[in-house]
């Protein structure tokens, strides 16, 4: 069964300090690989995507994935992160570009001063 | 770029009353819809997909009879949440494809608290 895993439910990083987040999928082929961000009370916001191509997708805001198929993972990372992206991160996988999209569970990231 | 717009935002209701949903889909048509469900610090789970001029699919797990879903249109689509109860309280979300751009366009989200 087709299957994301976030395994850091919480990450906690000073400001300015680097970030990566975790993904990793279960799959039979290459799937769409995506990282969303959710603040509180919000709606998704799309980071980033990849299908193929250049292993290492730049995205908004700053955040940069690295996809590894040897090890079917999907990394999120930030160089120096700010405050405001204090929110949760997750990561999701499609089989094809119109359809359903499954969600890990989630990484939420805490930001401290 | 493509939307996908929500309404209501938030809604509370009494339990045992039903509460319907709109997902539109502004400046492009959606033959497919997705609807997911998001509890409190959890992740989006799908609950079904809507198909335009067909029924719906659901994921296992989820009661197509307390959950309908109708395609109305290539630019709606409706959820309705019937005899809800507190554990039916969770924040809605639809989704869009985005025209074959992987990703979809995914709306806002409605807060459902039921009472």
Not at chain 1, 67 to 72: D, L, N
Request: charged share 20%; with cysteine.
């Amino acid at each position: 069964a087709q299957s994301v895993t976030q395994p850091d439910i919480h990450i906690t990083v000073s400001e300015g300090a680097s970030l990566e987040l975790r993904c990793n999928y279960s799959y039979g082929a290459t799937p769409y690989l995506f990282w969303y961000v959710q603040s509180p009370g919000q709606g998704l916001q799309l980071l980033l995507k990849y299908f193929s191509g250049d292993t290492l997708v730049q995205g908004i805001k700053g955040f940069e994935a690295e996809f590894k198929r040897s090890q079917s993972s999907f990394n999120l990372r930030k160089p120096s992160v700010h405050w405001s992206d204090a929110a949760e991160y997750f990561c999701a996988v499609t089989m094809n570009r119109d359809d359903k999209i499954i969600f890990g569970k989630g990484t939420r990231l805490h930001i401290l001063p | 770029g493509a939307v996908v717009s929500q309404h209501p935002s938030w809604v509370i209701c009494k339990s045992g009353t039903s509460v319907k949903i709109e997902c539109r889909s502004l400046d492009f048509q959606a033959t497919t819809m997705f609807w997911y469900r998001q509890f409190p610090k959890q992740s989006l789970m799908l609950m079904a997909t809507s198909n335009e001029g067909s029924k719906a699919t659901y994921e296992q797990g989820v009661e197509k009879d307390k959950f309908l879903i109708n395609h109305a249109s290539l630019t709606l689509s409706t959820l309705t949440v019937t005899s809800a109860h507190p554990e039916d309280s969770s924040f809605y979300i639809c989704s869009a494809p985005d025209r074959g751009r992987a990703g979809g366009v995914f709306g806002p989200g409605t807060r459902l608290t039921v009472l």
